[in-house]
């Protein structure tokens, strides 16, 4: 009994020598208190932050905020338009979007579905812009137009020469049809002479079109 009496004492006395060697010191004993559980971090380890040698580091990382793809189903103010993909907080969508039906799950079917719509809007626009292309060529080709007009005393002509006019001798001649609002006249034009008209065929095609005002008599 007196041996393992012994051994206990020395088992005790080991575990302070550890805990005293690893920076840590035995609390106030209370009466009657096991030995080997009073042990707590020095307050000076606590109170400036710096870690205590033996003792783990606990650091808080902030958590990474996922993000969400979708397909807005109405158009809203900075967000995007209606066909829109966007990327969202996953809670915006879940609480705000979907049950308000403004925007819908990004699916790998509805993202090839906007690949081919993006695509044929793009061909649709190509083909658009070439067509104005085409005619711009054909008035350079042609040179220019001749506009008759009743003439008065001198080089002035009954009436004037308008838009309309302009678009009524392009139709009769290319089988074109021009709306005459993207026509820019150069002026009231009230004399026989040569002019030059500005036709908005396209917004990356505008074409100078030449006009020639003859007079009958």
């Known amino acids: 009994m ?3 009496a012994a051994v206990s004492s020395s088992a005790a006395s080991s575990a302070v020598a550890l805990r005293n060697f690893e920076g840590l010191r035995p609390a106030a004993q209370q009466p009657n208190q096991r030995v080997d559980h009073c042990f707590e971090v020095p307050a000076a380890a606590v109170s400036s932050g710096r870690s205590t ?3 783990p580091l606990i650091v808080a990382q902030k958590k990474v905020q996922k993000k969400q793809q979708i397909i807005l189903t109405k158009s809203m103010d900075k967000l995007g338009k209606e066909g829109d993909l966007v990327t969202v907080k996953p809670g915006y969508f879940r ?3 979907y049950p308000y039906g403004m925007a819908k799950v990004a699916t790998a079917q509805v993202l090839k579905q906007i690949q081919l719509a993006r695509e044929r809007e793009e061909a649709e626009k190509k083909r658009v812009r070439d067509e104005a292309e085409s005619i711009r060529m054909q008035f350079n080709t042609i040179g220019g137009f001749i506009v008759r007009r009743k003439q008065g005393k001198g080089k002035s002509i009954f009436g004037s020469v308008t838009s309309q006019d302009i678009v009524d001798i392009i139709r009769a001649q290319t ?16 004399e026989v002479g040569q002019y ?6 396209h ?9 020639t ?5």
């Open 2 to 4: 007196a041996t393992l």
């Open 53 to 55: 040698p033996g003792l």
């Open 95 to 97: 609480n705000y979007l």
């Open 175 to 190: 089988k074109r049809e021009i709306d005459k609002k993207s026509v820019t006249m150069p002026e009231d034009i009230r």
């Open 196 to 201: 030059v008209c500005e036709i908005k065929l």
């Open 203 to 211: 917004p990356e095609v505008v074409a100078d079109v030449k006009f």
């Open 213 to 217: 005002v003859v007079g009958t008599k």
